[in-house]
């Protein structure tokens, strides 16, 4: 499958049905040659791809370019779809996530981007800093490095800024197996996360399934308004009842929602307990 997958489509990707996306899997899974049912797959999931790229591109320097990390992340993707094994319940998006990210960060570190007069500057200034640290015993600072090299405080800082910029971002933070590091704590504010992109689906199921049990009156009203975009004195006049009724079947279409959403937690909180 070729790169064709492009984000600016991304809107026009018709989204399947959970019972779909698990039909499709259940194809694929039994038939692993078939690169159609791949592609199908790899489609279905290329927002995870728009997620990682999304929070890696803004930590990196305009030398890479958005196109080029996309490509990156849809090999990740690609991957995961064909070594994916739904193994003691694991997700697909969480399995996913990790090969897309790490592809694209392999494919970074896999680059030397910086022009060779560059890494022969940040090797002199490496150079004098073990020397001074040698001398003073402790580490120099980037004023001290640049008398010793002859050149500007500014200078030395734009050199080791230069050797930085890629890899810091993969530094880590803290120690331990909860240690971070940098780059997982940018916040992309463009996208959604998966996990709030499924939260978000999984509020609407559900208000959607209590809407469905509002007696009719009471749940086209509540279409005509937060749909339809209608006030209550055109709904009124639609449906051929006064500006107060309307306002007052809302009040009572919204406290029946609550109750319903409420209901609805409770037994998923009783279900996790179990």
């Known amino acids: 499958m070729e790169n064709e997958n492009s ?32 592609d199908k797959l790899i489609v279905q999931y290329i927002y995870l791809t728009r997620y990682v790229v999304g929070r890696v591109k803004v930590a990196l320097p305009p030398t890479f370019t958005f196109e080029d990390i996309s490509s990156y992340g849809i090999e990740g993707l690609i991957d995961a779809v064909e070594k994916y094994t739904p193994r003691n319940g694991a997700r697909f998006e969480t399995y996913a996530l990790v090969r897309i990210r790490g592809n694209i960060i392999d494919k970074i570190r896999s680059q030397d981007f910086l022009p060779r007069s560059v890494r022969r500057k940040i090797r002199d200034v490496k150079e004098a800093q073990e020397q001074l ?19 500007e405080t500014d200078k030395v800082d734009q050199i080791l800024a230069d050797d930085t910029t890629i890899t810091s971002i993969y530094d880590k933070k803290g120690s331990g197996e909860d240690s971070l590091e ?3 704590t940018i ?32 749940r086209m009203i509540m279409v005509l308004y937060y ?3 209608m006030t209550f004195k055109e709904i009124g006049e639609t449906v051929n009842i ?33």
């Open 182 to 184: 940098i780059i997982d």
């Open 133 to 151: 640290k040698k001398q003073f015993g402790r580490p120099a600072t980037n004023s001290e490095v640049a008398e010793l090299l002859g050149m």
């Open 227 to 229: 749909h339809e975009n």
């Open 7 to 38: 984000f600016s489509s991304y809107n026009n990707i018709k989204r399947l049905s959970d019972e779909e996306i698990v039909s499709l899997w259940e194809q694929y899974l039994n038939d692993h040659d078939n690169k159609e049912l791949r």
């Open 187 to 218: 916040k992309d504010s463009t996208h959604k996360a998966p996990h709030e992109e499924y939260e978000e689906k999984n509020i609407k199921g559900q208000l959607e399934a209590a809407l469905k049990r509002l007696p009719e009156r009471e």
């Open 242 to 274: 006064s500006e107060s009724r309307v306002c007052q079947i809302h009040a009572q279409a919204i406290m029946k929602l609550k109750n319903l959403l409420s209901e609805n937690r409770s037994v998923r909180m009783q279900q996790s307990i179990v």
